[in-house]
């Protein structure tokens, strides 16, 4: 007898029930459309619109490097790609029967026989090499150029820079990162995301926080005292934060102490959100709440945006926790936001 298939998951039930609802009546007329209004007032407008199992959707990958869209509401799917140092190829694959995604999030297949081109994009020095600079504003044309090549391709995210500290050659991401001087770092972070983001597109800074080994980096604890971390670990990220405003952040696969960043009520909440004043949006790193205690923990802490896969943001899940009455409702609306 042959295996039997799986049928779609209840989230992806869910998603595909989303998709297939037309736009709104009036849909350019509504507040949150109106780009003469206040971005917060929009906001407010769009939020008190979403319905509690659209913003589950928009709390999880989709397809690998994108959020799902509202077509309801008119909100697109929201695509990240790599990287610190430019455009990771994938974004840019065109191929033969490849499957594309429009700006509805659908998928666009080539038609047989039809070559779309492979499209190209700049490779920049590493992220070690542009500290070497010791210039910010040579790294900002820097972000200006890709800033202009991920509109070319309409891609929203770049997922960088990257500024964990350079603590070892060892380390399979020491090239990405900038320098083993938090200030050096967090300089030139800065002025890579702000080069970046005035050209509209969203930066998010990496790899937050102590992620200093790739060797086991999805069990690894890094044990750390409170002044290491106020004094190494955490000033570049800070810098950035506070002289840019990136508008996302993702967080690290490893442990701090014994908790994952991404359910780490200190490392998340307290310090990143309320004593730094970020306000983009935290995005797991792809995968990185699989060994997650569960949803709860994670919304309280302030994640976003599950990437990757929905390990633990299943929307059936979050609907049972709502009836349940112990989902943290403004605590999830804070991270809508």
Request: hydrophobic share 40%; proline share 6%; with cysteine.
């Amino acid at each position: 007898m042959g295996k039997k298939l799986a049928g779609p998951s209840p989230s992806e039930v869910i998603i595909q029930a989303a998709q297939a609802k037309k736009p709104e009546d009036g849909l350019a007329t509504l507040p949150f459309m109106n780009q003469n209004l206040d971005l917060e007032a929009r906001v407010d407008d769009l939020l008190s619109r979403l319905t509690f199992e659209e913003k589950c959707i928009l709390s999880a990958g989709w397809r690998d490097n994108s959020t799902p869209p509202i077509p309801r509401l008119g909100i697109p799917a929201f695509r990240m790609t790599d990287g610190p140092h430019g455009i990771a190829p994938y974004a840019l694959k065109r191929l033969t029967g490849a499957v594309l995604y429009g700006d509805d999030g659908l998928p666009i297949v080539a038609k047989d026989g039809e070559k779309q081109p492979e499209g190209t994009s700049t490779y920049f020095p590493t992220g070690i090499q542009m500290a070497s600079t010791w210039d910010p504003a040579i790294i900002e044309e820097f972000g200006k150029a890709v800033g202009e090549e991920m509109r070319a391709i309409n891609w929203q995210m770049l997922l960088g820079p990257a500024v964990n500290m350079c603590r070892t050659p060892m380390n399979g991401r020491t090239f990405e990162y900038h320098a083993e001087d938090p200030l050096l770092s967090g300089k030139i972070a800065a002025a890579a995301i702000r080069g970046i983001q005035s050209k509209r597109i969203a930066t998010c800074l990496k790899h937050y926080a102590i992620n200093n080994q790739e060797w086991n980096r999805f069990k690894v604890s890094a044990v750390v005292s409170r002044r290491a971390m106020e004094e190494i670990y955490f000033p570049a990220f800070k810098i950035a934060v506070q002289e840019a405003d990136p508008w996302g952040i993702m967080t690290s696969y490893n442990e701090i102490n014994g908790t994952y960043v991404s359910e780490d009520m200190d490392v998340l909440r307290k310090t990143l959100l309320e004593s730094w004043g970020f306000k983009g949006v935290v995005v797991s790193d792809w995968g990185a709440t699989r060994f997650c205690k569960g949803i709860k923990p994670l919304v309280e802490a302030g994640l976003g945006v599950e990437m990757g896969s929905r390990d633990l943001y299943q929307i059936d899940k979050m609907q049972a926790l709502k009836a349940a009455g112990s989902f943290p409702e403004q605590a999830f609306d804070d991270n809508v936001r």
